[in-house]
């Protein structure tokens, strides 16, 4: 089996998890060695990932939270 831009695509959230068989592996990687836009695509939820794990360990700062706070609209 091939590995395109679909086949990719559907490969890439089990492939960042770990998830997949080392021929799935070899098949994504070959393809986002061969495909910009796929790789541009996989680094950007790479980026994206980590983000959101920095994001969740972080505490939110009192201020920021009050700030929020304040953002509400009562109903």
């Known amino acids: 089996m091939g590995c395109g831009c679909h086949d990719c695509e559907q490969l890439m959230q089990p492939y960042m998890d ?3 068989s080392e021929e799935q592996i ?3 990687q070959e393809h986002l060695e061969r495909c910009p ?3 541009k695509r996989f ?3 790479a980026k994206l990932r980590h983000f ?3 994001a969740v360990d972080e ?3 009192a201020e920021l939270k009050a700030r929020l706070a304040g953002l509400r609209i009562a109903t």
């Open 37 to 39: 836009g796929c790789d």
């Open 43 to 45: 680094r950007f939820e």
């Open 18 to 20: 770990g998830v997949l």
């Open 26 to 28: 070899r098949e994504a």
């Open 52 to 54: 959101v794990r920095i």
């Open 59 to 61: 505490p939110m700062p």
